[in-house]
């Protein structure tokens, strides 16, 4: 019911049809199983389509770019749970059909609202938590689109990003924990959940705070508060590049980034001096230092511990940033949480820090998008400088990650990694992005009717190996396992057998001899062996060759990349779409 997506309002004097079915396209790597527009159209009346499919699939079975009109809504869904259906897509109308709204978040008391609307006469057409908003909006219109949404708010908890668009033309918006931008065209506004839904039309940004509300009727934009008060925001000049999201001469995004790696890690350890040093600073002045993140970041974040210990003689606690309840609780006032997040709009991670900063904490941000949620709460962000990453599995905001983890170690340990700009790993990474692909299609072909493979690697390996079975997992749909490969003979060596496929981190630095034992013990029992080294073995069943590293810490940051690879052939051999992996969506902004 709830649901997890983009959203986007136009009012100018273009056609906004096309415009809102561009932008929806641009920001479908949000959310992607049912697409819907609102429009005035030009005789004043609401026009609704909405469907079930991807963005172009709708728009062809419904002609949503021929609509009428310059004002109108649109909006693409992640649904959580409740079924993926039309009534369920988005937007949502009111009774009287003059009001419809789209929603990206969580109303967490929709059960109560919805009951007290339905007692008042309201029909619902939906089983959406989303479309309370439509309603209450609806019950209180007679005081106005102001105080409509200002009464509407007051009874909404959860999390809310919604922008509604009424009979009379004005389209308005509120948000509460979720992010919504209006954005400052020549000849008119738009109002989105993501930059990308209106870069390609202007780079002039308003990031509304919490709480606030914005209207946008025939005369001009007003924002306020909650409690009605006018708000000044900042018009923000947004960077053009994070509008360049297109494929190139690639078959899907994922594996134009997996290859972007080769130019976007060195951008990554490059990183504006003064920041760098205020960010370092941050740290050393610290009493604790906690890592927090989800999923692909989390596995930065663990990487990133190691690198502090063994370098720079830091402690860091790690934090799984869903976990943060707990995992937070004796952060103090001396405190520095430390926040990866490619999106930085992760609820998870919004969450985590939300918390630590309560407890007194200072605030560090990880982040690629510069104009996130995430950047704009932290005390110092850097950024992974990656561009957009529009393919659901992180892949290169992952190696950016790891090598602004290289740089921020290198300076708090004086130099001890020996990372300078990354060159070392950038060539490597550019390596084996250039000449494993042949052998890695090959092995996938031969892989996809495996259904259980086991990722073993040891110290900084295991971050790796629970990185390379996440990216299994989400693309290729088979159930694989990161397993520390000392943990073996405690438990798992009990799986081993005959028809099981283990892919073992094997380079050749302090983990080498215990590895290849590691190998011995699993083909003892008729397992297959897949090794990542850079030095070949009897005891591998294939080899996947990465090279030498002088600096061994870096062997993780090169490591990924075939298995990176691996999983995007495995998709693409089991006729599964890499670029957007069933019941996954990029950003994850409810909890
Ligand atoms: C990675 O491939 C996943 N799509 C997912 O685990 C992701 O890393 C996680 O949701 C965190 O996202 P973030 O980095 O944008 O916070």
């Not at 609102?38 to 005789?43: K, L, P, Q, R, V």
């Not at 892949?395 to 740089?407: D, E, N, P, V």
Request: aromatic share 6%; net charge negative; hydrophobic share 40%.
């Amino acid at each position: 019911m709830d649901t997890l997506c983009s959203i986007i309002g136009y009012k100018g004097k273009q056609s906004a049809a096309p415009i809102l079915v561009d932008s929806l396209k641009k920001m479908e790597y949000r959310g992607y199983d049912s697409v819907g527009v609102a429009m005035i159209d030009n005789g004043g009346g609401m026009m609704v389509r909405k469907g079930t499919g991807k963005v172009q699939e709708v728009n062809k079975n419904l002609n949503i770019s021929d609509m009428s009109g310059s004002i109108g809504i649109g909006h693409t869904r992640w649904a959580t749970h409740g079924g993926v259906t039309d009534s369920n897509a988005h937007p949502h109308s009111a009774c009287s059909k003059d009001i419809a709204v789209v929603h990206n978040g969580i109303i967490e008391n929709y059960r109560e609202l919805k009951e007290e609307l339905t007692k008042a006469g309201h029909v619902f057409s939906s089983q959406t938590d989303s479309e309370v908003i439509a309603h209450l909006l609806e019950s209180n219109i007679g005081k106005g689109v102001k105080a409509a949404l200002m009464e509407t708010c007051k009874r909404l908890k959860g999390t809310y990003g919604f922008v509604a668009v009424f009979q009379d033309g004005t389209i308005a918006g509120a948000r509460f924990e979720e992010p919504l931008i209006i954005g400052v065209a020549n000849d008119g506004y738009f109002v989105s959940s993501d930059v990308l839904g209106f870069l390609q039309y202007t780079d002039k940004a308003i990031f509304l705070d919490n709480c606030d509300i914005a209207v946008i009727d025939n005369k001009k934009l007003e924002i306020f508060n909650f409690d009605g008060l006018p708000v000044a925001r900042p018009i923000t000049q947004v960077a053009w590049e994070l509008g360049e999201i297109d494929k190139g001469k690639y078959a899907h995004y994922t594996l134009k980034e997996i290859n972007d790696q080769r130019v976007t890690v060195a951008n990554a350890a490059r990183q504006d001096e003064q920041a760098m040093e205020r960010f370092c600073q941050t740290i050393k002045e610290a009493g604790s230092v906690y890592i927090t993140g989800s999923g692909t970041s989390y596995h930065a974040a663990l990487l990133f511990k190691h690198m502090l210990a063994r370098f720079a003689k830091i402690r860091a606690e790690t934090v799984m940033s869903s976990e943060a309840h707990d995992g937070l609780a004796s952060v103090d006032e001396g405190s520095v949480i430390i926040a990866i997040s490619q999106s930085g709009e992760t609820a998870d991670v919004l969450e985590s820090v939300k918390i630590a900063k309560k407890q007194g904490a200072k605030v560090l941000g990880i982040v690629n998008v510069v104009t996130s949620s995430l950047a704009r709460i932290s005390d110092v962000f850097l950024s992974t400088n990656c561009g957009p990453e529009i393919g659901v599995a992180a892949t290169k905001s992952f190696t950016g990650q790891l090598a602004l983890a290289y740089a921020v170690t290198d300076r708090l340990s004086g130099g001890k990694l020996k990372a300078g700009e990354g060159a070392e790993f950038v060539n490597a990474i550019e390596k084996v992005i250039s000449t494993s692909q042949p052998v890695i299609e090959k092995m996938a072909e031969g892989m996809k009717e495996v259904n259980d493979i086991y990722l073993l690697g040891r110290s900084i390996h295991y971050p790796i190996a629970l990185e390379g079975a996440l990216k299994l997992k989400e693309l290729s749909y088979v159930h694989a396992e990161g397993v520390a490969a000392g943990e073996l003979k405690h438990g798992p060596l009990a799986l081993m057998e005959k028809n099981t496929l283990v892919i073992l981190l094997a380079p050749q630095d302090a983990t080498y001899a215990d590895s290849i034992s590691n190998a011995h013990e699993i083909k003892a029992r008729g397992a297959t062996v897949i090794g990542i080294s850079d030095a070949k073995d009897e005891v591998y069943d294939h080899w996947i060759q990465i090279p030498h590293m002088d600096q061994e810490a870096f062997y993780p940051i090169v490591e990924v990349i075939p298995l990176q690879m691996l999983s995007y052939y495995m998709a693409l051999a089991k006729n599964a779409d890499p670029d957007y992996p069933r019941n996954l969506a990029k950003s994850v902004t409810v909890k």
